[in-house]
C-alpha cells in the first residue's frame, strides 16, 4: 500500500529553524497534493501548508507566512518544510499527507494516506 514517514523534528531553540521531510514508499509524491498539519497537546489537528500536485499552487495558514515554506523534489520522492523563526507556539506534532485530488485540500478529510508525526519541541 505504501506509507509517509515524517522526520527532521526535534528539539530547537525559539528563533531556529528546522526541515521536516515527508517521504514516500510504494506512492510517487509528485502524483498527490501534499499538506503539512499540526497538532499540540490539548488542541485539534490544523492545517500549516498545502502543495497542489501540480506544484504551482501552495497555500499558508497566516501564523506561518513568511516562515515556513513546503516544497517538493520529486527525484527523492519527498516533501519538505522548511521551518524557519521557530516560536514556542510552534511546539506540536507535525504531520504530513497526502491525496491524490487537484486542487489545495486545507481540510483533514480531504487526504487519505497520512504519516506518523514528528515532534517539534521549540523552547523559549
Known amino acids: 500500500q505504501g506509507q509517509l514517514v515524517e522526520s527532521g523534528g526535534g528539539l530547537v531553540q525559539a528563533g531556529g529553524s528546522l526541515r521536516l521531510s515527508c517521504a514516500a514508499s510504494g506512492r510517487i509524491l509528485s502524483s498527490y497534493r501534499m499538506g503539512w498539519f499540526r497538532q499540540a497537546p490539548g488542541k485539534e489537528r490544523e492545517i500549516v501548508a498545502a502543495?497542489?500536485?501540480?506544484?504551482?499552487?501552495?497555500y499558508y495558514r497566516d501564523f506561518v507566512k513568511g516562515r515556513f515554506t513546503i516544497s517538493r523534489d520529486s527525484g527523492k520522492n519527498t516533501v519538505y518544510l522548511q521551518m524557519n523563526s521557530l516560536e514556542p507556539e510552534d511546539t506540536a506534532v507535525y504531520y504530513c499527507?497526502?491525496?491524490?485530488?487537484?486542487?489545495?485540500?486545507?481540510?483533514?478529510?480531504?487526504?487519505?494516506?497520512w504519516g506518523q508525526g514528528t515532534q517539534v519541541t521549540v523552547s523559549s
Open positions: 502543495l497542489s500536485r501540480s506544484g504551482g499552487n501552495t
Open positions: 499527507a497526502a491525496d491524490y485530488a487537484y486542487g489545495l485540500g486545507l481540510q483533514l478529510n480531504e487526504y487519505q494516506f
